[in-house]
């Protein structure tokens, strides 16, 4: 949905409701439906995720959109399922899985405030969040189990992490060792 969509919602028995989303200047015409599904909508519990990842958040990432999406389409060029995002001492390092082909690495532009922290994601739910925001959006990483939230405006989107044992940090090398040379006479 664009700014100058005109959506429209009616509902069409106890059950069902219908979208219709329609924009003259691009032929947009589109038609959703969809059916209630039986049982209570888990409120509470989505609000007290959202408030843990808000206030239990370890890391804070502000980040463009523009330049997430682009290190994710990066990422995703790699053929993977999963990415992953790091903060260590300030910067933001995004990755794919490693496949036979090799690894997509990046460090994104933004800022990171409070500790280290890492996650693995869903690429395709963190490319969704981040196609659904315009602009600066805050990432807050509580822990590699806990969801990741991002935020911009009013928009909010919870992920949930990866878990699995063969998922390794693609960064190990990410901190920069001196090197001792000796001195050179100039000519």
């Known amino acids: 949905i664009e700014d100058r969509d005109t959506v429209r919602m009616g509902t069409t028995g106890v059950n069902r409701a ?3 989303i329609h924009n003259a200047e691009s032929s947009k015409a589109l038609m959703l439906a969809t ?5 209570n909508f888990p409120a509470t519990q989505i609000q007290t995720l959202i408030g843990d990842a808000r206030t239990n958040a370890v ?51 933004g800022t990171a405030d409070g500790q280290d922290a890492q996650a693995w994601l869903s690429a395709l739910y963190l490319k969704r969040a981040a196609e659904a925001i315009k602009g600066e959006l805050t990432l807050r990483i509580t822990s590699h189990t806990k969801p990741l939230m ?19 940090d693609p960064f190990p090398e990410e901190e920069a060792i001196a090197i001792s040379l000796p001195d050179m006479a100039m000519a």
Do not use: C, H, W, Y
Not at 35 to 39: A, K, L, P, R, S
Not at 78 to 107: D, H
Not at 152 to 162: E, K, L
């Open 150 to 168: 991002i935020e911009a405006g009013n928009f909010s989107s919870v992920i949930m992490p990866m878990i699995s044992d063969g998922f390794k």
């Open 59 to 109: 890391a804070t990432l502000q980040v463009q959109q523009a330049s997430l999406l682009q290190s994710i389409r990066m990422v995703n060029a790699m053929g993977t399922q999963s990415t992953f995002l790091k903060v260590s001492s300030g910067a933001i390092r995004i990755a794919s899985a490693e496949t036979e082909t090799g690894q997509a690495r990046n460090i994104l532009e």
């Open 18 to 20: 219908l979208f219709q």
């Open 35 to 39: 059916v209630t599904v039986d049982g």
